[in-house]
């Protein structure tokens, strides 16, 4: 169903409908449909011709963007001015910036703060970007907050030239609103893509600033060198604001340096967390990976100088061992998270940059190699493997390589092949076709990098009238599927008792493919990766985790 936005005259062939609630606005009454149809006109605002040109016309006045998202802010029954009361820590950077985010969060809610937390992307469903006290917000406030937003950008759109903000610059409006509404002490702000032309950078007065690790990423929005790209992140520095970064090579950091100077930025290095004083027992961290050390120390800088700005000096306990709790209750699903289902084990990890993946390949060998050990048999190692947009795939899957997988496995970032798919699932950016070519561009890198020779006149076996039912086949070690829940059922076997419940839709593939998962049905354990991509990740936990089912 298309979901939408009512005027007063249209409440009158809905009179009869129990489905929403009538709210009253500025302007006119609203008709608030579901959760779902919330989603589903959100996600217009993904393709929205007007939202198009606008990026084109402002893409060589990066400038405009800022100017253009303070326009629609004050469309929404905002201003700028009203940040200044969200007490505001902004965390940019190319890798590590979420889970330093989600450190932050959880640490200063643990001194009791009532806590706003913007994050993308979103794994299985949109809320998950705006939370309130480390939690998705609920269902009927993202419906009655959606509406509320959407409608007053709606109502002024004529008067705009028919403008509404595009996908990502509406969820930061609806975010800003959340949190004001629902009078957070806090908001923690991570940046979306770069810093200083990103749509929350109209953030005037923040309380503390934070850099994650750089990298190489978004090359043709952020330049195509790292000082480039350190130069845009940069710019979330604010003139007196306390900045920290964590160590970045000596390109990047000059610039960073010289930006923080430029601008009046106070600018901190953050110490390994080894050179913290130890005044009890080892930090242990809830987020695996050695790389989410550099991340918690940022984390615990910022918090720091949150507390000692915003509140009282003195009156907090930031003693080393006050902040233990914080870091190792920190969850950030998706990011070097392990799930074991029976003989079936689950290496989740969204790494979709070559610095993140080396990480994540750091990371997998070591958690792997100790749950082999204790297995008791022989383990298939399965790779899952997706990536999107601009990135390098080829040099991901690479580094993935040296990991010795016995399959690998890749597909679409669509979560089943069925018409019912989750609205918060959908891109309409991409096509299914684009999808699968990606996913055959991959398969035939990996089968290059692992020095096997290309079928002549193999072909995806796709049904051009609908998403295919069949798995395609190139070699007896890697294959293509159509969708997430397609490639789960083949790699598991019917081994995951989540996935074999009645409940799940059974995709039917060739016998030929049924026949060469022999190793995955006689092994003691499947150990599978899943990495390449945030979108992928969660696909895999709406079927892999009861938790994210709708």
């Known amino acids: 169903m298309q979901a939408s936005y009512f005027h007063k005259r249209s409440l009158l062939s809905l009179a009869d409908s129990t489905a929403g609630y009538i709210l009253k606005t500025t302007c006119t009454l609203v008709f608030f449909l579901p959760l779902q149809d919330a989603v589903c006109t959100l996600n217009t605002l993904q393709t929205n011709a007007c939202a198009l040109e606008q990026v084109r016309r402002e893409r060589g006045h990066p400038q405009l963007q800022l100017q253009a998202m303070r326009g629609f802010l004050e469309r929404a029954g905002l201003v700028v001015e009203e940040l200044d009361h969200l007490n505001i820590i902004h965390v940019t950077g190319t890798k590590g910036k979420g889970s330093t985010c989600a450190f932050t969060e959880h640490i200063l809610r643990s001194y009791g703060f009532r806590t706003g937390f913007y994050s993308s992307p979103h794994l299985v469903e949109v809320r998950e970007r705006i939370r309130i006290n480390g939690k998705p917000i609920g269902k009927e406030l993202f419906t009655k907050y959606f509406w509320q937003v959407y409608g007053r950008l709606y109502e002024t759109k004529d008067t705009h030239g028919g403008s509404m903000p595009a996908y990502f610059r509406f969820l930061t409006i609806l975010a800003f609103h959340v949190f004001l509404q629902e009078k957070v002490d806090l908001a923690v702000i991570e940046v979306g893509i770069g810093g200083a032309y990103d749509c929350t950078n109209i953030i005037r007065r923040p309380w503390v600033c934070g850099i994650a690790s750089l990298g190489i990423d978004h090359t043709s929005i952020l330049g195509d060198t790292i000082e480039k790209i350190a130069w845009q992140k940069g710019g979330i520095f604010k003139p007196g604001v306390p900045a920290f970064t964590v160590k970045q090579p000596d390109g990047p950091m000059m610039v960073l340096k010289e930006r923080a100077k430029e601008i009046g930025c106070p600018l901190w290095v953050c110490p390994e967390l080894e050179e913290y004083p130890a005044d009890s027992e080892p930090l242990r961290l809830g987020l695996a990976g050695h790389h989410q050390r550099s991340n918690a120390s940022l984390a615990l800088q910022l918090s720091h100088s949150w507390l000692q700005r915003r509140c009282l000096p003195g009156r907090w306990d930031t003693s080393l061992s006050s902040w233990a709790v914080g870091l190792e209750d920190?969850?950030?699903?998706?990011?070097?998270?392990?799930l074991k289902h029976g003989p079936v084990t689950y290496f989740l990890?969204?790494?979709?940059?070559?610095?993140?993946?080396?990480?994540?390949?750091?990371?997998?060998s070591k958690v792997a190699s100790q749950h082999e050990r204790t297995t008791g048999g022989p383990v298939v190692r399965v790779l899952l493997f997706n990536a999107t947009g601009e990135r390098d795939s080829?040099?991901?899957?690479?580094?993935l390589v040296p990991c010795h997988f016995d399959f690998a496995v890749f597909c679409p970032n669509i979560t089943e092949a069925i018409a019912s798919c989750n609205a918060d699932q959908q891109n309409f950016n991409v096509s299914v076709e684009n999808m699968l070519t990606r996913c055959l561009d991959n398969q035939r890198s990996w089968r290059l990098l692992n020095g096997q020779e290309e079928k002549p006149g193999a072909q995806l076996l796709i049904s051009r009238d609908a998403l295919p039912l069949v798995a395609a086949e190139r070699c007896s070690k890697t294959l293509v599927f159509p969708c997430i829940l397609s490639a789960l059922q083949w790699l598991s076997q019917g081994r995951d008792s989540v996935l074999a419940h009645p409940d799940k839709r059974v995709i039917p593939v060739k016998p030929s493919?049924?026949?060469?998962?022999?190793?995955?049905?006689?092994?003691a354990g499947i150990h599978v990766l899943v990495a390449g991509s945030l979108h992928l990740v969660g696909g895999v936990l709406k079927h892999l985790d009861p938790s994210f089912a709708s």
């Open 394 to 399: 080829a040099a991901m899957l690479k580094l």
């Open 349 to 364: 990890d969204g790494a979709h940059t070559t610095r993140s993946m080396l990480a994540c390949v750091s990371w997998f």
């Open 513 to 523: 493919v049924t026949a060469k998962a022999a190793p995955l049905r006689d092994a």
């Open 330 to 338: 920190t969850e950030w699903p998706g990011r070097t998270q392990t």
